[in-house]
């Protein structure tokens, strides 16, 4: 793709591999969507709750997905990232094989690692390869694209896939869909992709971001000696426990008031569809900068909308607010650790980020288990509302720009 023309950096001087990068991105969203919404129907004959059972796959999915993330830095400087990215659908394609040929729990519980494993290679190698290829001048756009193809392609995969369970009682032709993303998107990676690092190394010739940062100790600088690199990595950890929150403890929370798992898709991929085209929006605005305005704003606007949903309500308003501000901050992470990482450490420096702010799924699965102890699952929403309004508090007053 890149042996007739000159490498340039660029939105618009890499049109093609970008579009082709951010369907790779809605790939890796629907293969996570369709297991939000099969989760209630894996995992009923389990002898624990419901709730139990979500958490428990909600903090083994981040577990893994967070490892994953760790070493994805560390594969992409030893094998490329077309081989890191390879990987990562190569395990993709283990979940729905498992869940195909075994419903024990053992194997969902390995499957549900398969997914995550997969998900933390896929995900972070796209968007390195995205950030790569665009530069500095619009990586907010660049991010706000890759983030809604991404989490459009969650909400639509969780709608449908929950439909078409609840309506035929089937799950096989949902994971037979799975297997033939898994297959599309591994023959797009092996001949179509091209090695992105070139990009990269144009960049670090070019762009004089940090360039005289000390490269050593990438992971404890990220998550805090730096104090701009250190914000956004804990409050992307507070971002996913909210999410982790929501997405474990939710569907029982609905189910129990007596809506219907149709009911708890539509809710959810309202969510996930306002989260993804907001981003098309919020995701330009991080190209001027505003960071710290997008991530207080946004993560205050989640707090606020967590208190009503906590309510087991099923108006749409909360729910569209909550997929409003993860919009305004979600690419702004991304963003933010970019801008203030070196071309040459930079995927170490996202796989650090990465790996805690997914950690925030087992932060938001152990909250949710507080609750469940409790008998008050709706108290998992508003402990998680105070964290996520106080996380936009310390943004609101940090030095970050």
């Not at 070493?71 to 990562?88: N, Q, S």
């Not at 053992?106 to 995205?130: C, D, E, H, P, R």
């Not at 762009?207 to 992307?236: C, M, Q, S, Y």
């Not at 998992?380 to 105070?386: K, Q, S, Y």
């Amino acid at each position: 793709m890149t042996k007739n023309r000159p490498i340039t950096l660029g939105l618009r001087e890499n049109a093609g591999l970008f579009g082709i990068l951010v369907i790779m991105s809605a790939f890796v969203g629907a293969m996570v969507g369709f297991e939000r919404s099969l989760l209630p129907e894996l995992t009923k004959s389990w002898d624990v709750s419901e709730t139990e059972a979500a958490l428990l796959m909600v903090a083994v999915f981040g577990l893994s997905k967070a490892i994953a993330n760790l070493f994805t830095g560390k594969l992409i400087a030893e094998i490329g990232r077309k081989r890191t990215l390879l990987l990562g659908w190569a395990m993709a394609l283990q979940a729905p094989l498992i869940l195909l040929n075994s419903g024990d729990s053992a194997f969902i519980i390995l499957a549900n690692i398969a997914l995550g494993l997969s998900q933390g290679f896929t995900w972070s190698t796209t968007v390195i390869m995205k950030i790569d290829i665009v530069g500095l001048k619009h990586r907010g756009t660049a991010m706000g694209l890759n983030e809604s193809a991404g989490y459009v392609a969650v909400g639509l995969s969780s709608a449908f896939a929950a439909y078409y369970a609840e309506t035929t009682g089937l799950i096989a032709p949902i994971l037979y869909a799975a297997m033939g993303i898994v297959l599309v998107a591994s023959l797009i990676t092996v001949f179509i992709l091209p090695e992105t690092q070139p990009w990269a190394v144009l960049e670090a010739k070019t762009e004089a971001v940090h360039e005289n940062r000390n490269e050593e100790k990438i992971f404890v600088k990220t998550i805090w000696n730096d104090p701009a690199l250190r914000t956004i990595t804990w409050t992307g950890v507070v971002n996913n426990a909210n999410d982790g929150v929501l997405w474990a403890v939710l569907p029982s929370l609905l189910l129990a008031s007596g809506q219907t798992l149709t009911t708890v898709g539509i809710l959810t991929g309202i969510h996930a569809a306002v989260w993804g085209l907001g981003q098309l929006f919020t995701g330009p605005l991080s190209n001027n900068g505003k960071i710290r305005n997008l991530l207080w704003w946004g993560m205050s606007i989640q707090g606020l909308a967590l208190i009503f949903i906590g309510n087991a309500t099923t108006n749409w308003l909360p729910y569209i607010l909550l997929g409003l501000g993860t919009a305004m901050v979600y690419p702004t992470f991304l963003v933010g650790i970019s801008n203030h990482s070196h071309p040459t450490w930079r995927p170490k420096a996202l796989s650090a980020y990465r790996f805690w702010r997914d950690m925030g799924y087992v932060f938001g699965a152990l909250i949710g288990y507080l609750s469940l102890q409790l008998k008050a699952p709706g108290a998992a929403f508003t402990g998680i509302a105070i964290i996520t309004l106080l996380a936009g508090a310390m943004v609101r007053y940090s030095k970050l720009q």
